[in-house]
């Protein structure tokens, strides 16, 4: 499941409702004291990571009902919720007008220990009466309730409530569908959809601004410490029998050395009284993080210190998910640019925003730096702004809200900068990140462009069909040389599909723009590293030769993709599924089948090194500055 949305209410700074949405990189911007934090605690108590605290209930709110809502995509196709019987959420009237999981908690925040008090599903359902609560019966309550509507459970399986609640639903002519709300806690029914929901929530990990990094914090004296801990936590109950065991075994030759004491000295015998005392078991293990020069972590600057606390905490968050069979990971990290060198800013966000395209994982972080703001598409942006009245809104980045966040935050100088390079997606800057890399490493010269974007020489931007005339016109008065690689789309003779803004851009000094001679970038990958990047995700795929220039690949491998992984056909007939599945592909391709290309596959692919040649204009534009 993918996080898609947060509503709150009546939570801290925010009485009114408001909504924030999130993709799989999501950057929420803003002044300090605005309201970022809010919204990450808020999630961390909606999936139970944190405890709502007395102080968390909005002062001139209603503090009775603090309500936290979140939106799911991404959904699980079938849910088991009794007798190993599946049924999916579709069928159980459980989505909401988006065809999404809508799920609301609401706490009591005026007490001294605030507490949970209710756990509902926000949804289209049916309302009439007789089948607006079928979800809270029981079976028998269940079977009642059909003799009671005249509903006939002939050839019903009635060891299942699901089967049984479709017959009735079934038998109804008209279930007066409309939106309410489903309660998940209150009866047996319902607590059983909510145990069968929860395992498919995404697991979150919230690493804070302030979280310490003192030389006394035990996690900065050497994070493997905690480590250790967990490792000597599995084995509990083992390390018990093992004292046990011991304690017995000394307290028996201990007696018997007492004994024959007092064999030859009564007196003395009297006096000894054996005492055994027990160590914690982790002060047995010693481990350190250190450099070459022996210091230890603890010894570190505050950033090195951070940023491996920062990477432990991603390790553990990984390690608990595998552990509790989460499909999902969001990792949601206050103000990354904490005791960082800008490289190292840079070198972060690149790490989180690579995080970010592999699949089940999003990733939240807060910041009011400038730099790390334009170093996301600005489709990630969040911007939250404190209006006059006290309030709060949330405008996602793009157009004018860009311009409030330039003003918000400032736009600081950055002379390090000497070329904008301008793709379609994140897709794209992730094809060339990897494929320079990749080249680079075989000593193809060609820039690596990854490490001139952490070195702050060179920035990408994802411009989107629908924002290129806008970045177009606003990159033009920064004096920055610009290189837009566009694709075509187009099958020629026709022209590509942004030939003309490509032809405005190179009537500008030092400004280029190439479009691609096949469809798209996907179209230059070998269809062994696709088959190999999914291999190392258990799903095995094969493909008769190289694409054609025009074929779209990324739809080809999903399809071929959903017939290794279902024996059903390819859905067709439900686009949001078919475009999740084509997402998903494209993802793949541009990391981890990239990442599987050599030179010698690129050569097979490319016998004309139209891409060597995008990469060795960006080393020339660079180099000219």
């Known amino acids: 499941m993918r996080l898609v949305k947060l509503l709150l209410e009546n939570f801290r700074c925010y009485k009114q409702a408001i909504a924030v949405e999130f993709g799989d990189m999501t950057t929420i911007v803003g002044r300090n004291d605005v309201g970022k934090s809010a919204i990450m605690d808020a999630l961390a108590i909606f999936f139970e990571e944190a405890k709502l605290d007395k102080d968390d209930a909005c002062l001139t709110g209603d503090r009775k009902a603090v309500r936290i809502t979140c939106e799911f995509d991404d959904l699980p196709e079938k849910l088991v919720l009794d007798a190993d019987f599946e049924t999916t959420l579709v069928a159980e009237h459980l989505l909401n007008s988006d065809g999404r999981l809508e799920l609301r908690k609401t706490y009591d925040g005026s007490i001294g220990t605030p507490k949970l008090i209710a756990v509902d599903a926000v949804a289209r359902h049916p309302r009439a009466q007789g089948v607006s609560d079928l979800l809270q019966l029981k079976k028998s309550e269940l079977i009642q309730r059909a003799a009671a509507l005249g509903i006939d459970l002939t050839g019903v399986n009635k060891q299942a409530n699901a089967p049984v609640r479709t017959a009735i639903r079934d038998g109804v002519t008209d279930l007066e569908i409309g939106d309410a709300l489903v309660p998940l806690l209150e009866k047996e029914g319902a607590k059983q959809l909510w145990s069968a929901l929860a395992p498919h929530l995404p697991a979150f990990a919230l690493f804070k601004s302030d979280r310490a990094s003192t030389d006394q914090d035990s996690e900065a004296q050497d994070p493997l410490k905690a480590a250790i801990r967990d490792a000597l936590k599995a084995v509990e109950a083992d390390l018990a029998q093992i004292q046990v065991r011991v304690e017995t075994e000394v307290r028996r030759i201990a007696d018997a050395t007492v004994h024959k004491i007092r064999e030859m000295d009564p007196s003395l015998a009297e006096t000894l009284n054996p005492i055994i005392s027990v160590k914690k078991w982790d002060t047995l293990f010693q481990t350190s993080i250190t450099g070459e020069e022996g210091i230890p972590l603890n010894k570190r600057g505050s950033g090195v210190k951070r940023l491996v606390l920062l990477n432990f905490f ?67 942006l969040r911007f939250i702004e404190r209006q006059p009245d006290g309030t709060r809104t949330v405008a996602n980045g793009g157009g004018a809200a860009n311009d409030k966040i330039a003003k918000s935050l400032g736009v600081l100088p950055d002379h390090s900068v000497k070329l904008f390079v301008g793709v379609e997606g994140k897709h794209d800057i992730a094809f ?78 030092g400004c280029v723009a190439l479009t691609t001679n096949r469809r798209e970038m996907e179209n230059y990958l070998h269809p062994s590293a696709i088959a190999e990047a999914y291999q190392d995700h258990q799903i095995a795929v094969a493909f008769a030769g190289h694409f054609a220039d025009f074929d779209d690949v990324p739809n080809l491998v999903a399809q071929t993709v959903h017939a290794a992984q279902s024996p059903n056909p390819w859905p067709a007939h439900d686009a949001v599924k078919c475009d999740r599945k084509v997402s998903k592909a494209k993802t793949l391709l541009n990391n981890g089948a990239v990442s599987k290309m050599t030179a010698a596959r690129l050569a097979e692919c490319d016998p004309n090194n139209e891409v060597i040649g995008w990469l060795q204009k960006i080393a020339e534009m660079v180099a000219a500055d």
Request: charged share 20%; net charge negative.
């Open 314 to 380: 991603r390790a553990k968050a990984e390690k608990a998910a595998s552990e509790q069979q989460h499909g999902s990971i969001i990792y949601a990290i206050e103000e990354p640019e904490t005791s960082q060198h800008p490289r190292n800013q840079r070198m972060l966000m690149a790490a989180l925003s690579d995080l970010a395209t592999h699949a089940g994982r999003q990733v939240i972080v807060t910041t009011h730096t400038p730099m790390l703001a334009r170093a996301v598409p600005d489709d990630t």
């Open 432 to 509: 060339l990140k990897g494929i320079s890399r990749v080249l680079n490493a075989e000593g193809v010269d060609v820039p690596d462009l990854e490490q001139l974007e952490i070195a702050g020489t060179l920035i990408f931007f994802p411009f989107g069909g629908s924002n290129l005339a806008l970045w177009t016109s606003r990159l033009q008065n920064l004096n920055r040389p610009e290189l837009h690689l566009y694709d075509r789309d187009n099958v020629p003779p026709a022209a590509g599909k942004y030939q003309i803004h490509a032809d405005a851009v190179n009537l500008r000094d």
